[in-house]
């Protein structure tokens, strides 16, 4: 019986928030070399706009998550035009500042290391381009640790989506019965797990509590530490 663990990677492996607050401070920087009236609520405004556009018009695609258009249509509109060497320096801006302050959660490397011992199979499921996703988990020195890896850009499809844990239990030969999920969202990670047949724990380093796990009936984890005591195969 092949015994699967997957995780999803921005949220889960390390706080993506703090990562993307960071990349967006060192966007504005280099915008603010360039725009002298420019001024961080503006940007700030002008960037969630942009994005909010590429969303709406590119959802359930690994492109609806590209800072490069994000950038594009956040300079389109501030001047014009497409000028690709502000959306090439905004895009690698973002990028230097989220990889700068970028840390694997405490105890997720003793713990995976803890898992491969057991034998078990770790897949990671996640939304956004292969290339950048690669980049992440080679970043935080798990890149050759996992034994199957699915972005949504290689599906076709987002999570929620179902298609993209089946695909993946596919891939790995495994059954959803034989399948833990860990994520961070209840929306992309948790429910659709559990909908197929998968046994998803819920990863909550900052316990919020505004998300009963008795009432979605999973179990939740605050520390990686935890992660071993909770899997229990047949």
């Given amino acids: 019986m092949v015994k699967i663990i997957l995780f999803d990677l921005d949220g889960t492996l ?10 967006l401070a060192q966007a504005y ?6 725009q002298e009236n420019s001024n961080i609520k503006e940007f700030n ?9 590429i969303k709406k018009f590119l959802a359930d695609t690994a492109a609806s998550h590209s800072r490069a258009l994000y950038f594009q249509k956040f300079v389109e509109t501030a001047i014009g035009s497409p000028n690709t060497d502000l959306i090439t320096a905004l895009n690698d801006a973002y990028y230097e500042g989220f990889f700068k302050v970028m840390t694997p959660f405490p ?4 713990t995976l290391s803890k898992l491969k011992e057991l034998e078990y199979k770790l897949g990671i499921v996640t939304n956004m381009q292969a290339n950048i996703q690669y980049k992440k988990l080679s970043f935080l020195g798990i890149g050759n640790v996992f034994d199957c890896i699915v972005t949504s850009e290689a ?3 987002e999570k929620p989506n179902p298609l993209i844990f089946s695909h993946t239990l596919s891939l790995m030969k495994g059954t959803p019965e034989n399948t833990y999920m860990i994520g961070d969202s209840i ?21 919020d509590s505004s998300v009963s796990s ?3 009936k999973f179990q939740a984890i605050s520390d990686y530490s935890e992660l071993p005591l909770k899997i229990q195969f047949n």
């Fill in 214 to 216: 008795e009432e979605y």
């Fill in 14 to 23: 390390y706080d993506y928030e703090h990562a993307q607050k960071k990349g």
């Fill in 155 to 157: 599906v076709g499809h």
């Fill in 29 to 34: 920087e280099f915008w603010k070399s360039q």
């Fill in 45 to 53: 405004k002008l960037y969630s706009e942009s994005r909010a556009w």
């Fill in 107 to 110: 105890n997720l490397l003793d």
């Fill in 187 to 207: 929306k992309n990670d948790i429910e659709p797990a559990a909908f197929i047949g998968i046994k998803p724990i819920w990863f909550n380093p900052t316990w």
